[in-house]
């Protein structure tokens, strides 16, 4: 059942807090983690979850979170070097069945997807949205 | 060896010139400009400017086949990446970082790393160490928590890598 579903979101920031309210909304049991308490207002006010402040960058802090019992992990920190050390702690230390850090470097990218982690990468997300929206063909060159 | 120091101040400063006096193949990166002019005047290695944790500044600065690379930002993340992505993307089969959070010293290790260095943990084990050799009756020890620690054994798991490290640079 959805409601036993638990996910870990490291990073309350637009993306954290947005899915965090969306996967709540969905009866997902959601824990939420950030370093800064005021993060959390970002939330909507019907977070059904729990929010905790702390460093989700610090291994004990994932444990007392309970990581080892997280179906999802979603590392959504502003910095990503943090969130490839989340994905790879998840992953290789606690068996987390999905991992999905959000990570820019493609050399980073590239180790994460050999370790069985889903990275997110917003630059190639919004690259493959511009050619969605403008309608141009990725594939074709453009002569003058 | 072949060498690789990626960040740091007085550490990387302090360990380049160990490293080149003995004779190894030293490259520094250093994403401070002003830093790398200093780390050039004082030292005859090859000195690279830029951000050590992405590939194409490790690919640019030639690491490739080197045999130790030494991380030694302030923090934990960006040292982890940077042996992750040595290891991994560039084959330095050792990988030695600093750490400021001693739990990391195990976390590092479990996750591939060489080994973690922790001054902080070595100051509470000298000072724990001095304390049994003081005392008569046993003293509880300092522990670093249960869970993922648990099996922590006495020795810091990067006391044997660094051993093994300093010997092949001939320091016995």
Same mark, same amino acid.
């Given at each position: 059942?959805?409601?036993? $579903?638990?996910?870990?979101?490291?990073?309350?920031?637009?993306?954290?807090?947005?899915?965090?309210?969306?996967?709540?909304?969905?009866?997902?049991?959601?824990?939420?983690?950030?370093?800064?308490?005021?993060?959390?207002?970002?939330?909507?006010?019907?977070?059904?979850? #729990?929010?905790?402040?702390?460093?989700?960058?610090?291994?004990?802090?994932?444990?007392?979170? *309970?990581?080892? %019992?997280?179906?999802?992990?979603?590392?959504?920190?502003?910095?990503?070097?943090?969130?490839?050390?989340?994905?790879?702690?998840?992953?290789?230390?606690?068996?987390? #069945? %999905?991992?999905? @850090?959000?990570?820019?470097?493609?050399?980073?990218?590239?180790?994460?997807?050999?370790?069985?982690?889903? @990275?997110?990468?917003?630059?190639?997300?919004?690259?493959?949205?511009?050619?969605?929206?403008?309608?141009?063909?990725?594939?074709?060159?453009?002569?003058? | 060896?072949?060498?690789?120091?990626?960040?740091? !101040?007085?550490?990387? &400063?302090?360990?380049?010139?160990?490293?080149?006096?003995?004779? %190894?193949?030293?490259?520094?990166?250093?994403?401070?400009?002003?830093?790398?002019?200093?780390?050039?005047?004082?030292?005859?290695?090859?000195?690279?400017?830029?951000? *050590?944790?992405?590939?194409?500044?490790?690919?640019?600065?030639?690491?490739?086949?080197?045999?130790?690379?030494?991380?030694?930002?302030?923090?934990?993340? &960006?040292?982890?990446?940077?042996?992750?992505? $040595?290891?991994?993307?560039?084959?330095? @089969?050792?990988?030695?970082?600093?750490?400021?959070?001693?739990?990391?010293?195990?976390?590092?290790? !479990?996750?591939?790393?060489?080994?973690?260095?922790?001054?902080?943990?070595?100051?509470?084990?000298?000072?724990?160490?001095?304390?049994?050799?003081?005392?008569?009756?046993?003293?509880?020890?300092? *522990?670093?928590?249960?869970?993922?620690?648990?099996?922590?054994?006495?020795?810091?798991?990067?006391?044997?890598?660094? *051993?093994?490290?300093?010997?092949?640079?001939?320091?016995?």
């Amino acid at each position: 059942m959805l409601g036993s $579903a638990r996910v870990m979101i490291v990073g309350c920031g637009d993306f954290g807090s947005t899915l965090a309210s969306a996967l709540s909304r969905q009866g997902f049991a959601v824990v939420a983690i950030d370093m800064r308490e005021d993060a959390f207002d970002l939330l909507d006010g019907d977070f059904d979850g #729990e929010a905790v402040t702390g460093d989700g960058g610090i291994v004990s802090v994932l444990e007392e979170c *309970g990581i080892a %019992h997280a179906s999802y992990l979603v590392a959504a920190t502003g910095c990503e070097m943090t969130n490839f050390f989340i994905a790879e702690v998840a992953s290789e230390l606690y068996g987390v #069945e %999905h991992v999905l @850090p959000r990570v820019e470097s493609t050399a980073l990218v590239r180790l994460l997807d050999d370790l069985n982690a889903s @990275p997110i990468c917003p630059r190639l997300i919004c690259v493959d949205e511009f050619y969605r929206l403008s309608g141009l063909d990725a594939g074709s060159v453009v002569r003058s | 060896m072949r060498v690789a120091v990626v960040g740091g !101040r007085s550490r990387a &400063d302090y360990l380049v010139g160990v490293l080149a006096g003995e004779g %190894h193949e030293v490259v520094a990166i250093n994403s401070d400009r002003a830093y790398c002019e200093y780390l050039s005047n004082r030292h005859d290695v090859r000195i690279f400017c830029g951000d *050590g944790t992405r590939g194409r500044v490790l690919e640019d600065a030639d690491v490739d086949g080197f045999d130790v690379v030494v991380a030694l930002t302030g923090r934990d993340v &960006d040292n982890f990446a940077i042996c992750q992505l $040595a290891k991994h993307c560039f084959d330095v @089969p050792l990988q030695l970082c600093t750490v400021a959070n001693p739990e990391n010293i195990v976390v590092f290790r !479990r996750l591939g790393v060489s080994a973690a260095i922790s001054g902080t943990y070595a100051l509470a084990r000298a000072i724990q160490d001095s304390m049994n050799e003081s005392a008569a009756a046993s003293q509880p020890r300092l *522990g670093l928590g249960g869970g993922l620690f648990e099996n922590m054994s006495d020795d810091p798991p990067w006391r044997g890598a660094v *051993g093994g490290f300093w010997r092949k640079l001939g320091k016995g």
